[in-house]
């Protein structure tokens, strides 16, 4: 069964960076769109950013021009790139995969995807 391992995270000073990947496998992301939340305690998850299977980037205008999605070669591995990090982007950021092939519909909406990574803290101090 196809999981989806999350790595990096991690504590930084405002207006650093940091990279975060979820890997996969099987060139799962070829054909599946992913998408990237977070999620803060209390609240719902949020739409970070999304590259639907075909390779188009949606960013969430929080994040539009300092967060960048990209993937390796072989699309079983996807990054965030996060820079210019503020305190507001404190939170547990997740991977997640719609599991219908080519389905790049309510990208935004975490209720629509059905396979998560394990989640990764990301903080940012002032």
């Known amino acids: 069964q196809v999981q989806l391992v999350q790595s990096g995270g991690g504590s930084v000073q405002a207006g650093g960076s940091l990279k975060l990947s979820c890997a996969a496998s099987?060139?799962?992301?070829?054909?599946?769109?992913v998408a990237w939340f977070r999620q803060t305690p209390g609240k719902e998850r949020e739409f970070v950013g999304s590259r639907r299977w075909m390779g188009i980037i949606d960013y969430d205008d929080s994040v539009k021009g300092r967060f960048t999605i990209t993937t390796d070669n072989t699309q079983d591995t996807v990054f965030l790139q996060m820079n210019n990090l503020k305190p507001e982007d404190t939170a547990v950021y997740f991977c997640?995969?719609?599991?219908?092939?080519?389905?790049?519909?309510?990208?935004?909406?975490?209720?629509?995807?059905?396979?998560w990574g394990q989640g990764t803290q990301v903080t940012v101090s002032s």
């Open positions: 997640a995969v719609k599991g219908t092939e080519y389905d790049s519909t309510s990208l935004n909406l975490a209720k629509d995807y059905d396979l």
């Open positions: 099987g060139r799962l992301f070829s054909r599946n769109t």
